[in-house]
């Protein structure tokens, strides 16, 4: 089983429409955990951290469930140029510093 | 440019020739992390280095892929050797350090194996 698993997608969503979707996560150890997007053949940007109380972002809210090990992202009124490759980081710190374990990556298609 | 700085974007080799790779952290920043992606695939994280120290090299192919990050200048990420298969997109990424600091990625370098 990955450590970080996510649906590929794509998931096309009509422009102005609500998406969500999850990421599950097999470490219970797991510390911190963020939601990046990536374009294209470019490099991967943060888009939000995710706390344990959820949090919001203008458009996105993340939300984390970690009796289910699981986050979310939703994005609410769906522009053309949230059309990207999301990814879900997990941060698993050990005693000798911390990386990032990404996951495949779920891929959102914006359509007029 | 205060981001985290990579270079060269492209760099083309033949089979059996050494890549090397630069990478200079945002300012402030003196934790490195390196990452490939193959095509159509996610990001792996191969290496995690402080200043003058490797501390986490869990990701690195055991031959032919080595790693540092000098007290002065860029980190550097070398492949010696190169085969077909190490074709890919290397990113480097930095963060304050912290354990639950984002880490903020450069542009990523292509590599093309002929």
């Known amino acids: 089983r990955k450590e970080v698993e996510q649906d590929p997608g794509p998931f096309n969503v009509p422009e102005g429409a609500t998406v969500a979707f999850n990421c599950t996560y097999s470490n219970s150890a797991s510390q911190s955990f963020f939601w990046y997007r990536q374009d294209c053949r470019k490099e991967p940007k943060l888009l939000m951290s995710?706390?344990?109380s959820g949090n919001e972002d203008g458009r996105f809210t993340a939300q984390l469930n970690r009796a289910s090990q699981y986050i979310s992202l939703l994005i609410r009124d769906s522009k053309l140029s949230d059309s990207a490759t999301y990814l879900c980081?997990?941060?698993?710190?050990?005693?000798?510093?911390?990386?990032?374990?990404f996951g495949g990556g779920t891929r959102v298609l914006v359509k007029p | 440019n205060a981001g985290v700085m990579q270079n060269p974007r492209h760099l083309v080799r033949r089979r059996g020739q050494e890549a090397r790779l630069r990478c200079s952290p945002m300012k402030g920043h003196s934790h490195v992390y390196w990452y490939r992606q193959l095509p159509e695939e996610g990001l792996k994280f191969m290496v995690y280095l402080q200043k003058e120290n490797i501390i986490d090299e869990s990701g690195m192919p055991k031959e032919r892929f080595s790693a540092e990050f000098p007290k002065e200048g860029p980190s550097i990420l070398r492949i010696q050797q190169v085969v077909r298969g190490d074709s890919a997109a290397y990113f480097c990424?930095?963060?304050?350090?912290?354990?639950?600091?984002?880490?903020?990625f450069g542009d990523g370098t292509r590599l093309s194996i002929l």
């Open positions: 995710v706390y344990s």
């Open positions: 980081v997990v941060n698993r710190i050990k005693a000798a510093g911390n990386k990032l374990t």
């Open positions: 990424a930095s963060s304050p350090g912290g354990n639950d600091q984002p880490q903020h």
